[in-house]
């Protein structure tokens, strides 16, 4: 795992800042993220044949994860507020292990990225299934939340390799 040098949301007195991007150029910035949630198999039939109570698990989820991606910088204190050119979530179902995948791509051209729009986007599209299936599963687990992608910026493109 790389570990950066020093911490930019930091002052030299160790002070929480918010870090000035206004010296930077402006770029085209992409970031995907993934995440999931476990669920029973019987959860898994109820979403994917549309019987949970609250309406379509899927298409709700989706919606809360590209409004969470526009919200990040009101759920996360350090955040620029970004005006985002795009964020697509998508949402599948697997039988092995039983989950509901949930992948999110943003996009801008700014001067910061948008990873923390694409980890917010997937969270709260997790949170969003949860919510949606908790009154027939109070055990479902959310997780592997990580950030798979991003482009642009001086530090270039990451990629994770799993």
Known sequence: MAIEQDFTHFDDAGKARMVNV????????????????????????????????????????????????????????????IPISGAEVRLALTDDPPAVEIEATVSCTGQTGVEMEALTAVSTAALTVYDMCKAVQRDMVIDRIRLMKKTGGQSGTFERTE
């Open 22 to 81: 206004g010296g930077k150029a402006e770029t085209q910035r992409t970031a995907a993220a993934a995440g999931r949630v476990l669920v029973s198999p019987e959860t898994l039939e109820l979403i994917r044949s549309g019987g949970c109570k609250k309406g379509d698990v899927l298409t709700v989820a989706q919606l809360a994860g590209i409004m969470g991606a526009k919200r990040t910088p009101d759920l996360i204190p350090l955040c620029h507020p």
